[in-house]
């Protein structure tokens, strides 16, 4: 019997794994590597990246909702208004609003007191995002009705709210819509164009006219209110607001007063007036039929009815003073300016006129089929002699005449602020004509060029910018619309002629006012004028319906004011049809300027 038995657990093995060696050496290693890591972090986020955290969560309370500025008033030379703001009522929602449980009740209420589809205002906020900070107009110009109905609904209506905006107010209307243009909301495209401009959802830009030229000094700056939100996004309270800045105030060098006269004169006829200071370029009056009324684009929506009017055959919204049409015979002034200046033709030039001529074996007439005998250079003018100035061109050659046409600033825009409206008209050349019709320049191309025929094309803008030559003696100006700088230095060039050409032209056209085909404004209500006919060939849908042209300035020996008339297929003559007009406006502008001086008009 043993008496001490060997204990059980003396030869078992230690089966430990937990503790030994280095495991706990490196346990607390890992710890603190952790830890330094996460204190070194947040370390970094709160002193290196604290501000901009701050700014962040700053950002996630605080939203700018925008004010929109007051576009700047325009006014004439003298100071009268042309286009202001008025103030009607728009309804505003916040973007999350379609997202609510509400909405199906807010919408549909909207739907019937707005008239606007639900579906449209869901659009509208949609594509504003519903984080948008910013207030989105959903309709503008409410009625009284309207306005009581969202009244009587505004327990229903929590996410709806009026405010009076500004929008644009033209009071003049349709007489000055070609000059003022107007202005509508960003088309998706503008937007997106003008997003890192500052532009929003639902701005207003200019879109045509003066509204479009100085849309950058006009709209003015954004404010708005600093306001704290919830979590939701929903505002609590005002932090703080910003003033909108203003637009600025523009004087235009348009004279209203003149300006009406002319539309009056113009009438119901398609075509343009324009009114210089030949000295400067300075544009008095710019009136241009069919028009439209430009007020019609501060409708929250076009009607049908609208549309039909803005679209209708005859195009009301485009300038036709800024519209390319044959010249006719206005253009002699250029082609007597590159006979005499080629040094082919001497100032007292005789040349035998004729009932027609051939050249070329082509035919080209009189336009009274007879001729007028024996003429010079001013008498060829007087009377507008076609064969006359058939024989300028065939002398001088075509580039003779083409370069002295680009002279006289056709075939470019002529600077004038209206740039993307404004036709560069069409000066055609030999390049021109090969590349058009594949044929080259023939003599005949020369004499249709002559008398302003063929495949020439001006402006009314740009045969106002030629009369200006002969008027101021000798220098184009640049026609301008903005009074900043009236110094006539500024805004002119020379054209560098003979004296004796422009003589020569300066006579001739006062003799076509005193004896040749524009008697009708030699008239004791005016100072003497002197001036040009034109009557242009043209077709309207296979009926031959002529363009009547006439181009004067007054006083002759020290012109003020010069004026262009034109009608689009009006079937008249120049000095029949447009001279009346020329005279209608004149008389207006001398018996205001000088009352007493002249006689009164009948």
């Known amino acids: 019997m043993t008496l001490l038995q060997p204990s059980p657990l003396r030869g078992k093995k230690d089966t430990r794994t937990v503790g030994r060696n280095f495991q706990p050496a490196f346990l607390i290693a890992f710890t603190l590597l952790m830890t330094t890591g996460i204190g070194i972090r947040l370390a970094y986020l709160q002193i290196v990246d604290g501000a901009k955290h ?11 909702i925008p004010k929109q500025p007051e576009r700047g008033t325009i006014f004439d030379r003298n100071g009268q208004l042309l286009a202001s703001t008025r103030y009607p009522r728009s309804v505003y929602l916040w973007p999350m609003a379609h997202t609510k449980a509400g909405w199906s009740v807010v919408g549909s209420r909207l739907e019937k007191i ?37 009244k009587e609904y505004e327990n229903e209506l929590k996410d709806v709210e009026i405010h009076t905006e500004a929008v644009r107010y033209y009071p003049h209307g349709k007489e000055l819509a070609h000059v003022l243009g107007y202005t509508r909301e960003l088309t998706p495209e503008q937007l997106t164009q003008r997003r890192e401009s500052g532009y929003r959802l639902g701005d207003v830009i200019g879109q045509m006219g003066a509204e479009k030229a ?28 910003k003033q909108a800045k203003p637009g600025n105030d523009l004087n235009l060098t348009i004279d209203l007063k003149l300006q009406m006269a002319a539309d009056k004169a113009l009438g119901n006829y398609n075509g343009a007036v324009v009114a210089l200071d030949p000295n400067n370029g300075a544009v008095l009056a710019m009136v ?12 929250q929506k076009l009607t049908q009815k609208d549309w039909e009017t803005l679209q209708g055959v005859n195009h009301p919204l485009v300038n036709r003073a800024l519209s390319a049409f044959p010249p006719a015979s206005t253009f002699k002034i250029v082609t007597t300016a590159a006979g005499l200046e080629s040094g082919k033709f001497a100032p007292n030039t005789v040349l035998q006129t004729y009932g027609s001529l051939t050249i070329g074996g082509t035919r080209f007439g009189e336009w009274n089929h007879a001729g007028f005998g024996p003429l010079g250079f001013v008498g060829a003018m007087q009377w507008s002699s076609d064969t006359f100035f058939y024989q300028i061109a065939r002398a001088v050659g075509g580039p003779t005449l083409i370069e002295w046409t680009r002279k006289f600033g056709f075939g470019e825009k002529t600077g004038f602020e209206f740039d993307s409206e404004e036709a560069r008209g069409l000066v055609p050349d030999d390049e021109w004509k090969r590349k058009t019709w594949k044929m080259p320049w023939t003599v005949g191309d ?36 903005l009074k900043d700088n009236e110094e006539a230095r500024s805004w002119r060039e020379p054209v560098k ?13 006062r003799k076509v006012i005193t004896e040749g085909t524009g008697r009708v404004l030699d008239k004791p209500t005016l100072p003497p004028v002197a001036g040009k006919t034109g009557t242009a060939e043209a077709w309207q849908r296979g009926v031959k319906k002529n363009h009547a042209w006439f181009g004067a300035y007054a006083p002759a020996d020290k012109p003020e004011i010069l004026i262009v008339a034109f009608t689009e297929h009006s079937g008249g003559g120049g000095g029949s049809l447009a001279g009346p007009m020329i005279l209608e406006i004149m008389e207006d502008y001398f018996q205001r300027k000088y009352p007493g001086k002249y006689q009164k008009p009948n």
Do not use: C
């Open 54 to 64: 701050r700014l962040r969560a700053e950002a996630n309370r605080v939203r700018i």
């Open 288 to 299: 241009s039929r069919p028009t439209f009324d430009p007020n019609i684009f501060s409708k």
């Open 114 to 150: 707005l008239d606007i589809p639900k579906a449209e205002l869901e659009k509208q906020l949609q594509e504003a995002g519903p984080n948008s900070s910013s207030l989105i107009r959903i309709a503008r110009d409410l009625n009284e009705a309207q306005i009581t109905a969202l």
């Open 214 to 241: 100085y849309e950058n000094v006009l709209r003015g700056e954004w404010g708005g209110q600093q306001v704290e939100v919830d979590g939701a996004g929903r505002p609590i309270r005002v932090l703080g607001e």
């Open 497 to 509: 002629m003979k004296p004796t050409t422009m003589k020569i032209i300066q006579d001739g056209l």
């Open 446 to 481: 020369s004499i249709n060029m002559s008398i302003g025929q063929g495949a020439l094309l001006a402006t009314p803008l740009q045969v106002a910018v030629m009369f200006a030559v002969p008027a101021n003696g000798g220098y184009r100006v640049q026609p301008h619309l």
